[in-house]
């Protein structure tokens, strides 16, 4: 049970971006996905999930994904982007959570369960006040859970979630992140986190995942990787690990930029 | 919203069976309209016929003499049915054709459909140039449908094949543009070079009218109905996917690229046959999926007929219409589809909030 890739290779418009990655995580983990702009986090993501053509070899619990029809990507994989400029639309938050698990599929009604498990989704995340409500009349930060909910609502088993904070206030992203990483460990799946704020990798993340210009600079438990040697050298600034509360949390505090406009930094 | 000392308030499961039931009850309630549309649009004439002989005359067809019959039967059926078939039509090729391309001004004709069918069809009467040639003997009556569909065709498959493997919906839209401009500068040419008559015969035929429908014409937009419709509605919740999240439907398990072609090759097939009998309807195929989302959302179980209902009242009613304003005459029946559905249309918009606000 886990995510695998093998020469993992995405090129967009000619350009490179995704230079053969060899990635593993296990079943249960969640994996902070780290890197300067442009390193090629996000199109990681949408060539798992078949948004970008990708190459090479990828699997979820030994199922190949790359090269699969939509169908079967989408019964594995759900995905939080971050444009969610889309998610506009004349629905209620509890009828995008039925579309969400009807997917392709032909039946014209929904399922007593899909009904069953967008109620319970909407608890688990606190959301039972926008069930009504229309994605439109919500914020950014709110909208952001939604798109987790639809994401989660089809029993992923792998999750892959675009910088799913970036609009969320302090206690929306340690509720939500607590929820996600209790559900990674409860039914085992595999999560993947972007993530520009180092301080949310190094409390929800077990692995790290450093990339530098579409190529793997450092990998592993984030303990001995999420470190400010590592920081430095792929973004460029100099930070410090701060131990707090006694060791229960590692803080990452920025200093300055030692490089300034190289984002490469000691390559 | 709950209201302060009501304790129990209803799941929202139970809301949304309410929902769906409210939804349900609406589209029956459109559809009877549409049928009483139908059936008013069939029994009031321009002619001498009373509504009374004429309901006689549909009810037991023996009762009445072969001249109500035929005026019955042979003209004004098959007219009320392709006003029936042009409102379902060309309805649902503008759904199909704003979902696909992700455009609230999308309609039937944004692929050049209106003029490619227009210069086809001035080719046929003013020079009696037909692709439908090369086809086996067909009736004259269809000499310039058929040439109007090829070319409604041609201009589609051009924009299919140039954008084939980089489905990009901006390219897809500008080069609809773009062969609608080809093809308006052709049908100009044309006009040009016409004689008076020829020219006559043009404009009235652009102009759009049921006068043109006959029982051949009308089978073959039925047929074209009746294979497009169930494509349409087996595809609902994967429509209603992509209407919601875009290209990142792909995500929920659709093949938005397939679904994509698809939809654009059923709406030009939809828009091009009633384009061809009837010339061009406008109107109808922009206003009627923006007037079913204000009425049942974006569930498009529910829009795709909402969407067809619409479409039948408003071509029924405006066929109604251009008979009546004019006693004795009937009216292009493109020109009074907007005139009546405008007002209303306005309203509608004007009452929604979200539309309104911001």
Known sequence: ?????????????????????????????????????????STFMKGLCGLVPAFGFASVNGTALLGTSPATRARMIGYVAQDLAHL???????????LAQQGSARSWKTSAEARYKATELLELLGLQRF??????????????????????VRSPQLLLLDEPTSALDLANQLQILDAV????????????AIFHDMNLASRYADDTLMLDQGIVHCCGPTRTTLTPENLAQVYGVDCRALSVDDGAFTAIYPVSVIAPGSQAGGR | MTIPGVIVSPSPQARYANTVWRRSALLTLLLVLALAAFIADLIVGSGTLTAGEAL?????????????????????????????????????????????????LAEPFTLGISSAAGFG???????????????????????????????????????????????????????????????SSLLGLVQYVANTDQLQSIVFWLMGSLLHATWNKVTLCAVIAAIAIPVVLVQAWALTALRSFGEQAVVFGIPVRRLRT??????????????????????????????????VGEDQRFTIGVTIACGIIFVTLASLASKLIVPGAVLP??????LIGLPFFIILILRDRRLTSR
């Open chain 1, 1 to 41: 049970m886990s995510l695998s890739t093998t020469d993992y290779r995405v090129t967009l418009r000619g350009k490179p971006i995704l230079k053969g990655l060899n990635v593993h995580v296990a079943a249960g983990h969640t994996m902070a996905l780290l890197g300067a702009n442009g390193a090629g986090k």
């Open chain 1, 88 to 98: 506009d639309v004349r629905l209620s938050t509890y009828e995008l959570l039925l």
């Open chain 1, 131 to 152: 069930a009504e409500k229309q994605p439109g009349q919500l914020s950014g930060g709110e909208r952001q859970m939604i798109s987790l909910a639809l994401a989660l």
């Open chain 1, 181 to 192: 990483s209790e559900y990674t460990r409860k039914h085992n799946i595999v999560t993947l």
């Open chain 2, 56 to 104: 006689s005359g549909l009810l037991s067809p023996n009762s009445v003499d072969s001249s109500t019959r035929v005026i019955l039967l042979e003209l004004r059926m098959p007219m009320t049915l392709m006003a029936v078939l042009a409102g379902t039509c060309l309805s649902l090729a503008g759904l199909m054709m704003q979902s696909v391309l992700d455009n609230p």
């Open chain 2, 121 to 183: 069809a001035s080719l046929a009467l003013a020079f009696n140039v037909s692709l439908s040639h090369a086809l086996p003997e067909l009736g004259a009556d269809l000499v310039v449908t058929a040439n109007a569909f090829l070319f409604s065709f041609v201009s589609v498959g051009v924009i299919l094949l140039l954008t084939r493997g980089h489905m990009g919906l901006q390219a897809i839209t500008l080069l609809g543009i773009a062969v609608h401009f080809v093809f």
């Open chain 2, 262 to 295: 698809t939809m654009l090759v059923l709406a030009a097939l939809l828009a091009g046959a009633v384009t061809s009998v009837v010339g061009v309807i406008g109107f109808v195929g922009l206003v009627a999926p923006h007037v079913a989302r204000l009425l």
């Open chain 2, 333 to 338: 029946i493109g020109m009074v589809t907007s």
